[in-house]
């Protein structure tokens, strides 16, 4: 089959590079002339384990190429997959302006009848949207091609990404036509073959699966959270009450890790989205906002429990590790680190941060005065303290003792509960984390 996959970002780039894998022709189409360029070169622009080899293994093969020709797409491929972003936008609202965009363009220069699958997050109701916008601008033109919208909300991790495509839980398909249906079927057939749960529903159910995942996830995180400040002021542990709740198959394990609060790309817009949503309709989100507020709180948490240990950070030397939003990615949309490092940065600070794959990403997020580090050793020399943000096994090697020998003080603030504390406390080190004693 040949797609034509609109939006070459964290979602695009990796949906194209495993439709080649799977055995189809891709065309990728994004605006941004430099990554194309890049993209044509073999370079990947993100981080994400094991595209690289995936994108340099399809280029030669021949079965996905790039370009920032979107007509060029549009007239090779019956079937175009929309994957470009969906920000916040005013008011908590899906930003939905390039999702327009891409449907007026398709509008505009379409000859024939297409299948248009929207693998962007949107809110219920956007596949409806988009065929106005599609319908309105052919109207213009004076034409009407058949255009078969399908929802196809993409669940992948970033991180992950690779094998969250290959073998996901599940395939979400949204349509309204039988004809869309089918060559939906005939997309995923390799997957299909190969015994991957294959969900087919109408296009509102679709979309609002999306969010009603993301923002269930976010809520497991922010309801052990809940569960981490209780324990702090009781004396509790939250692992053992994660491993107690987890161990019951009605809840699982995962997303019941206490820890500095849930960031990145999805998770904080998705919940904001799915707020907006619920107040259109007048139904009521106070659930979400309790998610969203206990997981704003848990920086807040996290910094004054830094300042009151330290009695103060002013001229404090902080060695961060960690500054994305989660460990393999190079993503720091809505890391936690960010608000934490600016707070701390204001209260007269000195930050000296490693992260082992988004510095470069991460400048531009974070406070001048910050200094990046080439090694985690390097950002412990002279440091008063140790903040751990982000869970990077890198970090889970260190023996305690060396942290302490690099350490000019004895602090560990652990953000991530990535060490032992009763190891830490055992040689010396004054150690501080979520929701444990
Ligand atoms: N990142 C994730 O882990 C993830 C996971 C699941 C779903 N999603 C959803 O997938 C969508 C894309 O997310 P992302 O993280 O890949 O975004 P991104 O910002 O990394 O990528 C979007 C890409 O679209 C391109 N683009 C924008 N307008 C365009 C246009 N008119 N024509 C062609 N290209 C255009 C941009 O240049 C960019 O390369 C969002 O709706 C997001 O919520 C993301």
Redesign the pocket.
Known sequence: MKLCV???????LVSAACFAEIGHEVVG????AA?VERLKKGECPIYEPGLPELLKKHLTSGKISFTTN?DEGIHACSLIMA????PTGQGRRADLS?VE??CR?IGEHTKEEKVLVI????PVGTSEKCQGWVEEEMTKRGVKHHVHLVSN??????GKAITDFLQPDRIVVGFRDEKAGRAMRELYKPLIDQGMKYLEMDVESAELTKYASNAFLATKISFINFIAALCEASGADVEKIAEGMGLDKRIAPAFLKAGIGYGG??FP??VQALIKTADEYGVSSELLRHVEAINEAQRDRYVRMVEKELGGVRGKKLAVWGLAFKPDTD?MRSAPSIDILLTLNDRGAKIAAFDPVSMATAKKDLPKDVVFTTTAQEALSGADALLVLTDWDEFRQWKPTTIKGALSGNHVFDGRNIFDPQEMKGIGLIYRSIGRP
């Open positions: 609109i939006g070459t970002g964290y979602v695009g189409v994004d605006i941004d990554k979107l994957a470009v972003g969906t390039q965009s891409v363009t693998k962007s997050t949107v909300p993409e669940f992948l991790r970033e790309s999805c817009k998705d993503d």
